[in-house]
């Protein structure tokens, strides 16, 4: 029964057009004691995560904390980040509540040799269909390149829906991509659906690790996600799976992956959790967060110990 499931999937795989697997990280931002962009310990991220295989960094995403950083801050740091454009595919983080600054940071990045810009939609009130339509709309026609929606509906308090970004794209050649960060995998899949026909190339990536797998075989492009700030080389190896369809390796893989989503169960927000992940793997100095993230207790310290001593990396 399990090599009719295999070939099942590799039917349908060969029926959608499997699209190369990627890994792209939401890079986590280092920052000193006073709350300043630490240079030198984000180029040291960039190189680490690059060396391991990723295939793309995505600057000032959630994880990077962008929405508690200063334009100034944003744009220092979008000129540390696009020094690695020659070496691998930059995304940088542009969405905010002031459009007109979303419009500078995005063609500013562009300007520096970004591959893309990510944008997630406005918050704090909830927006009609019809209004993100016309929000993305005009963002798009003032920005000198590449834009990917950034949907997360947990954040947002709503969806940004595949009709919108079908027609979107209809209007806007430079609308490329979108980041799915949700929990039902049949959104991703509607929107994947709803797009390939008419738009072999755009891009579709998850927001959540664990449906890295699902997305490729659906017909996406793999995954933006946090934990591979920690453990790129479990992604890397995923993606390589995927991508030459070794159904064994995928079905090991996907298992750890579930089993590593535990390290956001252990705080929320999860991003200083990450962080002291990443201090315990030597790959940070310390896990400073700004304000008002919380700062780690001993027990979670404990907590992370214990996730990594079981983790097969």
Not at 15 to 29: N, R, S
Not at 188 to 207: C, Y
Not at 270 to 282: D, R, S, T
Not at 287 to 292: A, D, H, R, S, Y
Request: aromatic letters at 10%; hydrophobic letters at 40%; charged letters at 20%.
């Amino acid at each position: 029964p399990r090599n009719h499931f295999v070939a099942a999937i590799q039917k349908k795989g060969q029926v959608i057009g499997m699209k190369k697997a990627e890994i792209l990280t939401p890079v986590v931002t280092a920052f000193d004691a006073k709350g300043n962009i630490d240079v030198t310990a984000n180029q040291k991220i960039y190189e680490y995560l690059i060396g391991k295989g990723i295939d793309g960094l995505v600057v000032m995403g959630s994880t990077g904390e962008f929405f508690s950083m200063t334009k100034e801050q944003k744009k220092q740091l979008i000129d540390v980040a696009c020094q690695y454009a020659d070496e691998t595919k930059v995304l940088i983080g542009t969405g905010g509540m002031v459009a007109d600054e979303t419009v500078e940071l995005s063609n500013y990045a562009l300007a520096k040799g970004a591959h893309a810009v990510m944008i997630v939609s406005p918050y704090y009130f909830k927006f009609s269909q019809e209004t993100l339509e016309t929000y993305y709309g005009n963002l798009a026609s003032q920005i000198n390149g590449n834009i990917y929606i950034y949907n997360f509906p947990a954040r947002t308090g709503y969806d940004v829906s595949p009709e919108v970004t079908l027609r979107l794209a209809r209007k806007h050649a430079n609308i490329v991509g979108y980041k799915d960060t949700v929990t039902e995998m049949g959104h991703t899949r509607k929107l994947i659906d709803l797009l390939r026909p008419e738009f072999p190339d755009f891009v579709v990536l998850s927001g959540f690790e664990e449906f890295m797998a699902h997305n490729v075989i659906s017909g996406g492009n793999g995954c933006i996600g946090g934990l591979s700030n920690v453990c790129p080389e479990l992604f890397h190896g995923l993606a390589q799976a995927l991508n030459e369809k070794k159904f064994d390796e995928i079905i090991k893989y996907q298992k750890i992956v579930d089993q590593a989503m535990e390290l956001y169960e252990i705080g929320d927000p999860f991003i200083p959790i990450l962080k002291e992940a990443m201090v315990q793997k030597g790959i940070l100095t310390n896990n400073w967060c700004t304000v008002p993230m919380p700062k780690v207790t001993a027990d979670q310290c404990e907590k992370v110990r214990v996730w990594l001593k079981k983790m097969p990396f």
